[in-house]
């Protein structure tokens, strides 16, 4: 029995606890010092079959522009976010359950032909938002934690793999305001090389008791922090639920979607697509529920900021989620520095909208206009058949959707006529 | 206390054996409240789905849930008594008859849960077994079904009976003297448990 161990179970006999076993041994504390964990299984998700088929067969009433073609990519249950590899080896998925998925298209198909989990030795805790620095570090932000694994395009293979805090369990929030809710953030490198993530607030409108201590630590909001978890800072205030950002790819400026409140109507008030120029700018929660239209929880208050309202209103409960702006060179000019976003799809609209990816043009003026780009997974009941989270870019030009109601990648590819 | 005691009882009444499936009600529920809960549930399926079993892993799995437990946390979320984002603001909307009979809706399929095959009820977690049985089917009106949820969502409801934001006579004593080990502990072994809901027979 290591030293470790030991102290550990002695303080387990101490803690009086009704019932006593043993600890989950610090995974994170081996791995960070280059030490086996022992664990040795990995979680293998089986491709093709008739879950595949059920999927490609939906798949086939997705409507595109001319050119474009749809096809499934990978089956990866519960899939959110994603991370492509800087070098094409391989992307990682995120969850909003304990699990982060690996897809390799070994033979370079353009279909993945190997789907199994990241680190798995690792208690992950909501792994939402994977992202990858341009040198090939992959971080990875959960509820209460953000990790860090160097060159993990090359090190994945083996079940353990070196792995060190960003920013320690229990140092990204305050450990009083978890949620499972609002709680899926997500994750980019800056042009600064500094590591932005998103922080939703965990209410429908985030209270006045709490407002202080959410400025404070940036909940409500999108943080910056290095990549070695120093220098942290509020980058973005007046957020209700970020869930997708990016930079764009000339001017290095921040966009980020919002979902905004619930229960103020069918059709109020609007998403958000929003474009932040400087440090520190407020985008309006809780005063704002979306677009300019004030929150009756706040409703009359004066608004002690200045409030920089949204580049792109989108249908009202659609969800907005992942975003990614377009470099590659596989599709139509117009597309280039385009952003593709995802609808994740309403839950309390009377019908629902959204379930789509849409993109958005933005001019040499900076004004922005957005259109629906694949839709068609809500059916004639008003099922949904999938509910799209991610879009990101393959080194091919092409782009992936992730879809967590269906437990999918599918790729989107451009042929011409 | 004295539901405490009734929780206990209710642990060793189970004791003998861990059904399968839990009849909610041996009566046939009335059909046309059966039709109009299934029309209010047309907001609950895009996370909870129109049978219960639970689309999003935020969301728990309410399909065959005890008629009484899924009525009693409407009524907190309506009340304020329990919060949670989108819950306070569908239950706000909701009145007393309706919640009655989403809760029938609900309430009326059937539910299963088997354990997985190399593990034996004799490993499930003591304090809990009591009122949410080994294989995570409730044995009491007044508590929830546990078998499938995602492991994260048991341990924030967990967590909530620990910091008081959720409160019940049994669970707050339980959850206040759990450490993050043994609460992650209790949620793997119901989230690793196979939930199967189906219509009763003969619908």
Known sequence: MTKRLLMASIALAMSGTAYAQAPAPDNLEKLSNFQSTGTTEFTVIEQGGDYAEGIKKTLERIKLPDGFKIGLYAIVPDARHIAVGPQGVVTFVGTRKDKVWSVTDRNKDRVADEVKDFAPSLRFSIPNGPCFSSDGFLYIAEQNRVLVFPAAEFFY????????????????????????NHTARVCKI??????????????????????????????????????????????????????????????GELWWTDNQVDGMGDDIP??????????????????YGGGDVRTNEYAGQEVPYDVVMPAVE???????????????????????????????????????????????????????????????????????????????????????????????????????? | MRRFMIALLGGLLSAGGVSAVAAQDASTPDADALKDGRKVAGMCRTCHGLDGLARIPIAPHIGGEPVDYLI????????????????????????????SKVALWFSHFEVSGTLPADTSEDDAPELCVGCHSANGISTLEDAPNLAGETNIYIETQLKAFRTGKRVHDVMTPIATDLTDAEMQAAADWYSNIAIEISEPPGK
């Open chain 1, 270 to 287: 609007p998403g958000e697509i929003n474009h932040q120029t400087a440090a520190g700018q407020h985008f309006g929660h809780p005063w």
């Open chain 1, 157 to 180: 293979e083996s079940p353990d793999v070196a792995a060190f805090n960003v920013v320690k369990q229990g140092d990204l929030i305050p450990t009083a305001e978890e949620s499972y």
């Open chain 1, 314 to 417: 989108t249908v009202a409960h659609a969800a907005d989620l992942g975003m990614s702006f377009y470099t590659g060179n596989m599709f139509p000019t117009k597309y280039k520095n385009a952003i593709f976003s995802a609808q994740h799809g309403s839950w309390n609209r009377t019908t629902p909208v959204g379930a789509r990816v849409m993109v958005t043009f933005i001019d040499a003026e900076g004004n922005a206009t957005i259109e629906p780009f694949a839709e068609g997974w809500i059916d004639e009941n008003d099922e949904y058949l999938g509910r799209p989270v991610d879009v990101a870019q393959l080194r091919d030009g092409s782009i992936l959707v992730s879809d967590d109601l269906a437990g999918a990648l599918y790729r989107i590819w451009y042929e011409g006529n």
């Open chain 1, 190 to 251: 800056g042009p600064d090389g500094k590591l932005y993530i998103s922080l939703g607030q965990p209410f429908n409108v985030a209270p006045e008791d709490k407002l202080d201590l959410y400025r404070e630590w940036g909940i409500g909001g999108i943080i910056r922090i290095n990549t070695d978890g120093t220098g942290r800072e509020v980058y973005t205030y007046g957020v209700r639920n970020s869930v997708g950002h990016d930079f764009h790819p000339v001017t």
């Open chain 2, 72 to 99: 009693a946390q409407l009524k907190a979320f309506k009340t304020g008594d329990r919060e949670h984002e989108m819950m306070t603001v569908v239950a706000s909307g909701l009145s007393n008859d309706q919640i």
